[in-house]
């Protein structure tokens, strides 16, 4: 009986001198004939349809290398040129499939902290992450930065761990993992602020010497907000490099679920852009279901990405449908790998500058693997007046477009930023937890012309500071030839004060409130702050922080195998992921490689197939 490829692990893989399958000496011949063949006439698709060259060499490894592999990924096809070959040779398409699908790709990436060189994932675009140390209070006692409520880098983490990999380093942002998850939160005060504060301290489950204070902002469910009317722009990027089902269907999906969602006071308009951009739907009522999502259904991928025209195109028409009383958006949905007319981050930021102040704001939905242009999306949406989602599922899309479409798409508050002023007479040294792109100059605070995040209705972002209490063997600084730098007394039992600077929705001033946290509020931790830190852990494990001190995952799995609400379904997922990565950890470490499939050009594929 034939063995299945997806029943691997019992399985060894075989060298690569024993992995030639056995044909006859005419299929042989056939196999050889159709790689010359293919090295003269058959191209190897690039992004959009570029051509490059096959060599033989290519064609006939690809063509010995039927290994078994442990990870065997879903969505893998054989390679174009693999197919062609097979067909030649008398293998059905079916068979070509099954058969690739048993075979390893070799890249690597031993363990966690290892440079990531994956096939199909080292078009991945993503920026340096480059981490922040401690700071002395005495000498840096500020530390300000602008909120963020972008939760993609969660979500592609999750996508890395299901696929059977490892994410790279640079793929993970902390607070983006804090934020993705909901924070059960006590009935807020009542105040004339949209926005309130909430604090905690506890211990650092990773380092003995330090402890955890929790900022959360809490934004109020306003229905006021939630009345609004929409006036939404779908900016759709229908290039080649949109092809597969984890791209242009899948977004159509992630639409789909929206429109459902709208009334009759609401408007949409729908602009897709390929090698040039175009209105495939003029504003009409949200009630006008059918002819959005026919709208929807007609697109189709090809051609080059030219992403700034669409976005002009896009911003066109939200200005003329702009209802000062509705809440003006549009949602911009692709892979990020933009080809044509403006392409870099800086040129397309500039772009969307100048849109920011016009009251429309911007959402971003990423899509796809293998050219997904994260730094990219991820720099737009932060100087849009927007936020940044990727959808690696229906599921996914319908958590952030439909059961948080109040937080995903309502405006509460504009330009928040945190500002906390730590004392030196109780802290030693101090680090804020990821942020490391929203970070500003203390005098940046009270400048209302520097962008910051925007919150939506009834969202909770959460920060994280690890805190060194000040002891008698702290290290204490030199002191300073010029200035006297004397502490005041009376706030001794205070260890930081918070400070929240955000702009109204009807404009005007930017508005302050302040909160203290005391060194003495440490009381028993609850599961807010114990599940906060678990994630915070789990991000920095995967990114390798040199500050991870004693994290790893054989200590935090029984952990948030504890703490972990059976009912809550994001919770016992997240329990999931650090177990598959624990033994991807264990095994890659094992192997001394990583054992991934290859990805699929599909243009190609539509051709031979």
Known sequence: MKASPYKTALLKVPSPKHAIPKFS???????IAAAVILTACVPSAGKDGESASVSQTDALSDTNALAYTQYPAPHSQPTAQEMAVRHMAGQSFQAAKMAYEARPYISPQPHIGATYHGAGSNQDQYDTQSETGFSDPMLNPLSTFGLDVDTASYSNVRRFILDGQLPPSDAVRVEEM?????????????SEHPVQIQTELGATPWNPKTRLAMVQVVTKKAEALEKRPNRFVFLVDTSGSM????????????????????????????????GSAGVVLPSVSGNEKTAILQALQSLQSGGSTAGAAGIEEAYRLAHNQFDSKANNRVILATDGDFNVGLRHSGDLVDLIEKQRDSGIYLTVLGFGRGNLGDSRMHNIADHGDGNYYYIDSELEARRVLVSKLPQTLLTAARDVKLQVEFNPQQVAR??????ENRRLAAEDFRDDKKDAGELGAGQIVTALYEVEPRTPDSVVEPSLRYQDKTLRKGKGDELMQI????RPLEGGAGREMTQTLNATDAKKQNNNLAWAAAVAEFGLILSD???????????????????????DAQQSEFVSLVRQAMILNQQTAQAGEHI????????LLQRVH
């Open 499 to 502: 400070s929240l600077r955000y």
């Open 430 to 435: 101090y680090r804020l937890l990821g942020y």
């Open 596 to 603: 991934r499939p290859r990805p699929l050009p599909q243009p």
């Open 25 to 31: 000496l005419i299929k042989s011949l056939s196999l």
């Open 243 to 274: 092809q597969g089902p984890d791209r242009l269907p899948l977004l159509k999906k992630a639409f789909q679920a929206l429109v459902e969602q709208l009334g009759p006071n609401d408007r949409v308009a729908i602009v897709a852009y390929a």
């Open 545 to 567: 922080s040199d500050y991870k001190a004693d994290a790893s995952l054989t200590r935090l799995l029984p952990e948030v195998e504890k703490l972990v609400n059976a009912k």
């Open 178 to 190: 804090l934020n993705y998850f909901d924070y059960p939160i006590s009935k807020l005060a009542t």
